[in-house]
């Protein structure tokens, strides 16, 4: 692992520069195939170690995992063989508590280790638990794994005290194969989840409300169906490039970005004097006279 970084500044960034997939888009709506007996083809899936922890874990519950090429995925599940994720897998990859509700609706039951065998986050996961349990499944924590049974979830109004992101991504996979309708309220409202919502409606899902404090999911109340779907772009790596173009005085052309993902920080950096030109799929940061805001 690198100990340090030593940057020379100075010279003007220019140039292109293709943004890459989002690892926190493309670890829920891999977690989403298990909501289909369908193949799902992914595009635009970022090459880092958590995308292929998430695949081991996926391969061991029973799915087809296979890359194509550099950045797409073809996932396939037509029965789950395994419904327990041990910490020898989820002690990779902190995110392994997405499959919690994927494989709960899918299979009726989840046992998932919890990630590195320590306390992560108890608030946080409580509220994944307690929106579960909400929709009628029976969740027990144990000192090393959450287990949880369901012969049938169904649609509830969950209430979250915080908007978790995974909570979110978590009751929203579950929900879609629930019967009923199902209101999360208090949703997380990042670009991912946005993400997740749009792969699920591609699958069939009905869902609506997402990018306000309100979702709401009318669950299929069986599987959904197969789909194509290209992963959102990093937002955070678009916004590095973003303020470093306007820091150095510089001119960068960032391609496969759709501005509205980063419209927060479009809003700051033209106040902030900096030259921004969107286009539907691409964002060009220039400098223009900088100023404090």
Not at 35 to 43: F, G, K, N, V, Y
Request: charged share 25%.
């Amino acid at each position: 692992m690198m100990e340090r970084l030593r940057i020379r500044g100075g010279p003007r960034l220019e140039g292109t520069v293709a943004i890459s997939g989002s690892k926190n888009a493309a670890l829920p709506v891999m977690a989403a195939a298990l909501l289909t007996d369908q193949a799902i083809e992914l595009r635009n899936v970022p090459r880092i170690e958590d995308i292929d922890s998430m695949a081991g874990m996926l391969r061991h519950v029973g799915l087809r995992v296979e890359r194509s090429d550099a950045h797409t995925w073809l996932l396939h599940c037509e029965q789950v063989r395994s419904t327990e994720v041990g910490p020898e897998l989820t002690r990779r990859m902190r995110g392994s508590f997405l499959l919690l509700g994927a494989l709960l609706a899918r299979a009726g039951e989840a046992s998932i280790a919890k990630p590195g065998g320590d306390d992560i986050g108890m608030r946080r996961v409580e509220q994944h638990v307690e929106g579960l349990r909400l929709m009628g499944a029976d969740v027990v924590e144990h000192p090393d794994r959450y287990v949880a049974r369901a012969q049938r979830l169904r649609g509830a109004r969950i209430d979250l005290d915080i908007p978790t992101v995974t909570g979110t991504e978590n009751l929203m996979m579950a929900a879609a194969l629930a019967q009923g309708i199902t209101v999360i309220s208090n949703a997380a409202r990042e670009p991912h989840v946005y993400d997740l919502a749009r792969c699920l409606v591609g699958m069939g899902a009905r869902i609506s409300g997402v990018g306000t404090e309100l979702i709401v999911v009318e669950g299929a109340g069986g599987l959904l169906h197969g789909t194509e779907h290209a992963v959102t772009t990093d937002y955070i790596e678009a916004g590095t490039y973003m303020v470093a173009a306007a820091a150095t005085r510089g001119d960068v052309h960032l391609e496969g970005l759709r501005p509205s993902d980063v419209r927060w920080l479009i809003n700051k950096l033209r106040a902030a004097g900096a030259d921004v030109v969107e286009a539907p799929n691409s964002v060009r940061v220039t400098a223009g006279a900088l100023r404090a805001v």
